[in-house]
């Protein structure tokens, strides 16, 4: 029901950037928030950040505030993460997610859950 397609990872120097885009498919995509999240070697899957399709509402988690923007083309159908002043604890792969994200009555929840992309890695060298 609905697909994602994560691009645009890679090797990146301290303090440089890149930008992530996730391709969506599927006649119920936009019945969802979308969602970046993260996972480092060892550690949990881990909330970025997340977009409504109407582009109201985002979010971030704190330790990428300032840095990232979430945004979304919705002719597209794509969702982007513009990461810049990248640091070596951003190293991880990054998943596109629909359905881990959510506003209800004007409260933010995310969890590791919904549909997801393959991921893409992203490697910050120091």
């Known amino acids: 029901q609905v697909q994602l397609v994560e691009s645009g990872g890679g090797l990146v120097q301290a303090g440089g950037s890149l930008r992530l885009s996730c391709a969506t498919s599927?006649?119920?995509?936009?019945?969802?928030?979308m969602a970046w999240f993260r996972q480092a070697p060892g550690k949990e899957r881990e909330f970025v950040a997340a977009?409504?399709?109407?582009?109201?509402?985002?979010k971030y988690a704190d330790s990428v505030k300032g840095r990232f923007t979430i945004s979304r083309d919705s002719v597209k159908n794509t969702v982007y993460l513009q990461m810049n002043s990248l640091e070596p604890e951003d190293t991880a792969v990054y998943y596109c997610?629909?359905?881990?994200?959510?506003?209800?009555?004007?409260?933010?929840?995310?969890?590791?859950?919904?549909?997801w992309g393959q991921g893409t890695q992203v490697t910050v060298s120091s």
């Open positions: 997610n629909a359905g881990g994200a959510s506003w209800t009555n004007g409260e933010f929840k995310a969890s590791p859950r919904g549909y």
């Open positions: 599927g006649r119920t995509v936009r019945s969802y928030a």
């Open positions: 977009i409504t399709w109407s582009g109201y509402s985002t």
